[in-house]
C-alpha cells in the first residue's frame, strides 16, 4: 500500500485512545515506518541504477518483528503513557505488514513476502496469493475511507495529521473545515 495509506492508518488507530498529540504522532509513524527500508531508492537513483539497495532490501530491514520490537520499545520511552502508546505502536506497525501482506503486489505481478521472524529466524516469509496490486481499487476505497476518517476528525475533535507538522497550521484547517462545514442545528 501506499505510504500515505499506511500513516492514515496509523493515524485513525491512534484515535482508539485519548493520546496527546505526540502520542498520536508515534503511533501515526509506527504505521509508516517499515517502509524506511524502501529509502534505498534514493540511492539506486542517485547511482543511476548501479545499485539495487531498494530491490534488495525493501520488505527486508523493517518489515519484521526485530523492527518493530526496536520501534515499540523505542517510542513507548518517548510517549507519557507508556503503556497504550506501546500497545498502538505495535499495532500500528503490524497493521503495515498486513496492509503490505493483502495489498502490495507490483504492477508486474511481483509479490513482496514478509521475512516476520527475521532477524530472530529465517522461517519462511508471509505471502498471501490474493494479494492485490498497490494500484488495485480496494487499496484507493481504503485510501479515500482514511483520507474521510481523518477529515471528519479533524472537524469534529479539533486536530488534524497538520498538528505533527505545525499547531498553528493545525488549527487554521480545522477552523476552515469548521467554517466550510458548519454544525447543523440542534431542535
Avoid at 531508492?41 to 548501479?50: E, K, M
Avoid at 539497495?53 to 520488505?59: D, Q, R, T, V
Avoid at 509479490?111 to 508471509?126: D, G, V
Amino acid at each position: 500500500m501506499s505510504p500515505i495509506t499506511h500513516f492514515l492508518a496509523g493515524w485513525a488507530l491512534a484515535h482508539t485512545a485519548e493520546l496527546n498529540p505526540r502520542e498520536r504522532m508515534l503511533v501515526s509513524v509506527a504505521g509508516v515506518i517499515p517502509d524506511l527500508d524502501g529509502f534505498g531508492i534514493v540511492v539506486d537513483l542517485a547511482t543511476r541504477g548501479a545499485t539495487d539497495w531498494w530491490g534488495k532490501y525493501h520488505h527486508e530491514l523493517g518489515h519484521n518483528l526485530g523492527f518493530c520490537l526496536l520501534v515499540t520499545v523505542g517510542f513507548a520511552c518517548l510517549a507519557k503513557r507508556k503503556g497504550i502508546t506501546a500497545l498502538l505502536v505495535l499495532l500500528s506497525f503490524h497493521l503495515h505488514l498486513l496492509c503490505d501482506i493483502i495489498g502490495a503486489r507490483g504492477p508486474d505481478g511481483d509479490q513482496w513476502p514478509i521475512p516476520y521472524l527475521e532477524p530472530f529466524s529465517a522461517a519462511p516469509r508471509l505471502i498471501w496469493s490474493g494479494q492485490w496490486a498497490l494500484n488495485a481499487w480496494p487499496n484507493m476505497l481504503i485510501t479515500a475511507v482514511l483520507i474521510t476518517l481523518a477529515l471528519r476528525w479533524a472537524w469534529q475533535r479539533g486536530h488534524s495529521p497538520l498538528e505533527m507538522v505545525s499547531a498553528r497550521a493545525d488549527a487554521v484547517f480545522v477552523e476552515t473545515m469548521r467554517r466550510r462545514f458548519p454544525a447543523g442545528e440542534k431542535k
